[in-house]
């Protein structure tokens, strides 16, 4: 009976912990990158969204130290690579480090998890704090994303410019027992060359199935696969 009790209370302080999650925010300045460089006079003057989508959602935030809360109206700043939350006409990024969010969306036309998630093995100009859209999740391998909008300047007439947010990306696989995160190349030829230092399984899929890199379908497919 005693043994009962005390698995209870565990339960009931382990729950108020999670109930006790506050999400604090600091206001998103939408003219700065991720780094606070690339000042821009007003946002406005900006044609387009720096953010992931124009509609805001509710959704689930884990935070870098394994506690998670539920948020409403989340989204992600591409400009910034922030994760963000509004709360009436402000926005705001997340004070406290953030590892994941994850909120049920429409993407490209289609209704979508969308999970943005940090940690992930630096990479090129890319450290562990950048962010990527998971578009195949799993324990071995997953499919990453990296989104970004970058602002485009752009002369109509003599002297008058206009600027205008345009979103590009690229792909990445990460290797869970490698350790390894790495950007997919756009040929078959070169995928082989990239996996070289990769787990066997994943060498001996591509060189079976032959998928094509540039094709996202037949990468998470892939992933799907060395994932069972």
Known sequence: MKNTWFLFLCLLFSASLVAQVKIVGVQAVLATDRDGRGMIMSAKEIQGSPYVGENWYDGTVVYSNGLSAKSGQLNFDLYSNKPAFREGD???????????????????????????????????????????????????????????????????????????????????????????????????????????????????????????????ESMAAMVKALNQ
């Not at 998890?113 to 997953?142: H, L, S, W």
């Open 90 to 216: 402000a926005y705001f990024h997340f004070r406290d480090p953030v590892r994941e969010i994850r909120y049920e969306a429409e993407f490209n036309g289609k209704p979508k998890t969308m999970i943005f998630r940090n940690e992930y093995p630096a990479v090129g100009n890319q450290d562990k704090t950048f962010y990527y859209r998971v578009e195949e999740d799993g324990p071995k391998f997953q499919l990453l994303q990296l989104l970004e909008k970058v602002v485009y300047q752009e002369m109509v007439t003599i002297a008058v410019y206009e600027k205008k947010f345009v979103q590009q990306d690229d792909w990445y696989l990460y290797d869970a027992a490698a350790g390894k995160l790495i950007k997919l190349p756009r040929s078959k030829k070169e995928l082989a060359q990239a996996v070289s230092g990769l787990s066997p399984a994943l060498g001996e899929y591509i060189k079976s199935k032959n998928p094509n890199p540039k094709d996202a």
